[in-house]
């Protein structure tokens, strides 16, 4: 009876041995599943910012372009006032030396 308890006894601690590893394989398998769905979470998390870094980019692009082109069409207009009010200031200039010389010469038809 004490060979059998023995034998029993044997039995049931390769049992619970069997058990345990069983236990072990489960929990890092359940580890692993968790890894790699951390590492999917984690890719997803990546790709999602690379997309939404690459929208800002693009819409920063777009507004530094249409700046520019603000900028652009503000100097094309500062430059053209600039072109007509030297214009005006030609055109006084040339007024005001016709009529200084027309002041100063003896008009031709009073040389009588």
Do not use: F, G, T
């Not at 503000?74 to 007024?95: D, F, G, H, M, Y």
Request: charged share 45%; net charge positive; aromatic share 0%.
């Amino acid at each position: 009876e004490r060979k059998v308890q023995q034998q029993c006894e044997i039995e049931r601690q390769k049992l619970n041995q069997q058990l345990q590893a069983e236990r072990e394989r489960e929990r890092q398998r359940r580890e692993e599943e968790r890894r790699v769905e951390i590492e999917r979470m984690n890719e997803e998390r990546r790709r999602a910012l690379e997309k939404l870094e690459e929208q800002r980019r693009i819409e920063r692009e777009a507004k530094e372009r249409e700046m520019a082109a603000m900028m652009h069409r503000l100097n094309e207009q500062k430059a053209e006032e600039l072109r007509q009010q030297a214009a005006r200031i030609q055109a006084e200039q040339a007024v005001r030396m016709i009529q200084s010389v027309s002041r100063s010469s003896p008009d031709p038809c009073n040389i009588m």
